[in-house]
């Protein structure tokens, strides 16, 4: 496999193609690192290639905040401006300003 460049980067609100839910990216995978168990459980028709970029998302819909793991073929910029109303993204990120989330600086030692 010959993993892509992300189209999308960390702190960004994105939306999802098909499925009604939006969220902002934590972390980015350069390809697929997921269990097969959970690649296997989407059905084949739908299933995305491994080869791309996978996002993990804190993402809402109108019912609940929850954790997703999304390909980037799946993914579209949100363009609402509006910021992502997940119960933690303020443990990831500091601020959100024009439409993005600011990380939250690592301490380190």
Same mark, same amino acid.
């Given at each position: 496999?010959?993993?892509?460049? @992300?189209?999308? @980067? ?5 939306? %999802?193609? /098909?499925?009604? *839910? ?9 390809? *697929? @690192?997921?269990?097969?168990? +959970? +690649? ?15 996002? %993990?998302?804190? @993402? ?5 905040? !929850?954790?997703?793991? /999304? ?14 109303? %997940? ?8 601020? *959100?300003?024009?439409?993005? !989330? ?6 380190? %030692?």
């Amino acid at each position: 496999m010959n993993p892509r460049t @992300a189209k999308f @980067a960390i702190g960004q609100v994105v939306k %999802h193609r /098909v499925f009604p *839910f939006r969220g902002v990216i934590f972390d980015v995978d350069p390809q *697929f @690192a997921n269990s097969e168990e +959970w +690649w296997e459980s989407i059905p084949a028709e739908v299933r995305p290639s491994k080869d791309q970029p996978f996002y %993990h998302l804190l @993402a809402e819909n109108a019912q609940s905040s !929850y954790v997703a793991y /999304v390909s980037e073929q799946n993914l579209l910029p949100d363009e609402s401006g509006e910021p992502v109303a %997940h119960p933690q993204t303020e443990l990831i990120f500091e601020e *959100f300003e024009q439409g993005r !989330y600011q990380l939250k600086p690592r301490i380190t %030692h």
